[in-house]
Each structure stands twice: as C-alpha cells, then as structure tokens.
C-alpha cells in the first residue's frame, strides 16, 4: 500500500499545499482511500473525524478536476463538480477551510454554504462559480430552489457524516439533493458506522462501491489521558474548578448536557475570573462561529 503522498503523482499544485501543511506519511484511510478515488470508484468509509478523511477525499477529487482548472472568469467555466455534503454548519465550515488550503495553488474554486447565515453572500459568490460547494442539506436546497446553482455538472458527490445526516432526519433532503444530480458520478459516503439505513442510502446511491474500514470508532486517540471523577451534582462545578487550577491547563472545552446547563456553568466559570463562552443551539449562527474564533485565537480558555 501507499504511505507518502509522493508516490500518488499528485498535480504539482496539489502536492506543493500537502508539502505546505506538513504531512510526512499518508494516514491509514488516506491510503486506503486516495488510490481508489482516483480510479474513479465510488466508496463507502467507515472513517471519523480526526482519521484525516478530509483530505483522504479532497486531494482525490481535485486531483480529478485538475483537468478542468482554467483561470478564465467567466461563471460558466466554473460550474459546480464537486459537492460535499455535511450534516452542521461547523463540520462545513471546517471541512470547507481544508479544501481551501488544499487547493490554493490551483484555479479551481471552493466555497461553503450553510443555514442561519444571509443567503445573499453566499448567492453572489455562487453565481461567480464555484468546482467544489460544501454545503448542510437544508441551505443547498434552498440555493437550488432558488436556482443560484445549477448541479447538472457534478461529477463527484461526498455524503460526509452520514450516520449523523440521517440522525438529524436529512434523508429527505438528501434524496432530494441526489435527485438533481447526473446519475453519471462518483458518489463517495463515510460514516462512522454502517448501520442498516446508512448500508441502504448506499445501496440506493453507490454503484459498486470499495469498503474500506479504519480504525473502530469508539478508539481514544493514544496522545489523550483519560480520568474519571465520580461526584455528585451539587459538587460537580467546584470539581471543575479544582481540575482547572490545580492542572494549570490553558484552554479545555467542557461538555455539558443541555443548553441551560451550558449556559449557566459558562456565566458561573466566568464569575470566578476565567475567560468563558458558551456554545450551544440556542446560539445564533454568528455567535457560535464568534465563540469558536476566540478559543481558536486563544482570547477565550473554556469553551
Ligand atoms: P480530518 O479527520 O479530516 O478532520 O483531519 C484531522 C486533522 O488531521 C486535520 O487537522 C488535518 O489537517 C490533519 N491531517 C490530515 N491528514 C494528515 C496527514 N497525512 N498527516 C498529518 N496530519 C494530517
């Protein structure tokens, strides 16, 4: 099998951004899964977050469209060839970032379009045209209603998260979506799981397609320690505090359960001093990606 991204044969522009982002050797769904995108297969990947399968399908694709790259300006001569679908604004947000590094030293054109933001933006820089959209189900549908994108050239379709697009109830929106496209196409799926909806959207959707399976789900990345406190819930505010202070640690997301409880913690933890914000779905779509700034930035410790 594969190990370093040289011995793809990538496009020169493609290999320069992956020289760029510092990666030495392929990670395991990467090289399981870049031979076969290239070959034109479709797949379905049992493959999570943090496994590296963004890039696993992105270079593969823009690799694929390096054959259609131009610098013209012309709307026409960008039409929409690639779409990745995910089920939250932040996965497409983030995945929609990825691309954009990995594609900067070609001409061709990505962007992202997701709910709770204005459409009018997103509509403008649509109708300039755009190879690669990274899109949440509900917003793209809206676009295609709206006709500011026209799908009848997608050549490549990502069903990304897919477990959890169901989850959420997208099915209908996705068959919807799938329903615009060229039958002509490669479809790839990932999820973390196949359960028995997700192996019949792939069955409804995939054509022949190459199973690869890394790395269980439920396994811990080897570099995270893990520590299990039993308290009880009157106590368990003054526990974090303790964990905080006497662990001296700089930034740390904490979890909570419930959007009151989120909210309420973040208002406690900020009247003792510590830089705090809360993310919750009760947030608007601006706050939210505010919030995720400052802890990138490092102008908020708990997020
Ligand atoms: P993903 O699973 O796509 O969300 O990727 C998780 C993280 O791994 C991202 O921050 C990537 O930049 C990084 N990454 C992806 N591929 C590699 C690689 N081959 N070597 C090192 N880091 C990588």
Redesign the pocket.
């Known amino acids: 099998m594969t190990q370093s991204?040289s011995e793809l044969s990538l496009s020169p522009a493609i290999e320069r951004a992956?020289a760029e982002?510092?990666?030495?050797?392929?990670?395991p769904?990467?090289a399981q899964a870049i031979p076969v995108v290239l070959q034109g297969r479709d797949v379905m990947g049992a493959?999570?977050?943090?496994?590296?399968?963004?890039?696993?399908f992105t270079l593969p694709l823009l690799q694929r469209m390096m054959k259609h790259e131009n610098a013209s300006t012309s709307p026409a001569r960008h039409p929409v060839r690639a779409l990745v679908l995910l089920p939250t604004r932040e996965l497409a947000d983030?995945?929609a970032e990825?691309v954009k590094?990995y594609a900067k030293y070609t001409n061709l054109r990505s962007m992202v379009v997701f709910g709770g933001m204005d459409m009018k933006p997103q509509t403008a820089e649509l109708k300039k045209g755009v190879e690669v959209l990274v899109a949440t189900p509900g917003r793209l549908l809206d676009h295609i209603e709206a006709k500011n994108c026209v799908l009848n050239q997608v050549e490549y379709v990502v069903l990304d998260e897919a477990d959890r697009m169901l989850d959420i109830g997208f099915l209908p929106d996705l068959q919807r979506i799938l329903s615009y496209l060229p039958k002509q196409r490669t479809t790839l799926l990932f999820s973390a799981t196949f359960s028995t909806e997700i192996k019949r959207l792939a069955g409804s959707y995939l054509q022949d397609p190459v199973t690869i399976e890394v790395a269980r789900s439920n396994a811990t990345a080897s570099t995270v320690e893990q520590h299990f406190y039993s308290v009880g819930d009157d106590d368990k505010r003054i526990v974090l505090k303790k964990i905080l202070a006497e662990r001296g640690l700089k930034q740390a997301f904490v979890f909570v359960n419930s959007k009151l409880g989120c909210a309420r913690l973040a208002r406690s933890l900020e009247h003792e001093g510590l830089k705090t914000t809360a993310l919750h779905g009760d947030k608007s779509q601006d706050e939210r990606l505010k919030a995720l700034d400052a802890f990138k930035q490092g102008t908020v410790d708990l997020l």
């Open positions: 991204f992956v982002m510092g990666y030495e050797t392929m990670t769904i990467q493959a999570q977050t943090g496994t590296g399968k963004t890039a696993a983030q995945v990825q590094l």
